[in-house]
């Protein structure tokens, strides 16, 4: 499975403290504080950070999307992503809708760590 760009997103208490520390791990910054996320990257490294948003931190693929969140042109979209999944017998907590173009899924592992599969294309 093609689950494309992979990123982990990160439940945080402060979000202008979070950002300070990670830039001085010499992450650089997208987004607003205002919006109550941003996103963090370092080379092809990228943390996601979100406050009042999820309860759990969780692993973010992006089918679709390079590491710099540029479209591939071959990708497996998540409509097809879901139905190997299922078929696995795994147990999504949502699903996929069954038109096309930008949807999310996600499921748990057996720990109970969220993973979001969230296509943008």
Same mark, same amino acid.
């Given at each position: 499975?093609?689950?494309?760009?992979?990123?982990?997103?990160?439940?945080?208490?402060?979000?202008?403290?979070?950002?300070?520390?990670?830039?001085?791990?010499?992450? $650089?910054?997208?987004?607003? +504080?205002?919006?109550? #996320? @941003?996103?963090?990257?370092?080379?092809?490294?990228? %943390?996601? @950070?979100?406050?009042?948003?999820?309860?759990?931190?969780? @692993?973010?693929?992006?089918?679709? #999307?390079?590491?710099?969140?540029?479209? @591939?042109?071959?990708?497996?979209? %998540?409509?097809?992503?879901?139905?190997?999944? +299922?078929?696995?017998?795994?147990?999504?907590?949502?699903?996929?809708?069954?038109?096309?173009?930008?949807?999310?899924?996600?499921? $748990?592992?057996?720990?109970?760590?969220?993973?979001?599969?969230?296509?943008?294309?």
């Amino acid at each position: 499975m093609k689950l494309g760009a992979f990123s982990i997103s990160l439940t945080v208490k402060d979000l202008a403290a979070s950002k300070a520390f990670y830039e001085k791990l010499g992450f $650089e910054t997208s987004g607003k +504080l205002e919006d109550n #996320w @941003l996103i963090m990257k370092n080379d092809h490294i990228i %943390i996601c @950070l979100f406050h009042g948003m999820f309860d759990k931190n969780m @692993l973010t693929f992006n089918p679709g #999307w390079d590491q710099d969140a540029n479209t @591939l042109s071959d990708f497996e979209d %998540i409509r097809d992503l879901q139905k190997k999944l +299922l078929a696995e017998g795994l147990k999504l907590l949502n699903q996929a809708d069954k038109g096309s173009g930008p949807a999310s899924l996600m499921l $748990e592992d057996p720990d109970g760590n969220p993973i979001l599969l969230d296509q943008h294309v």
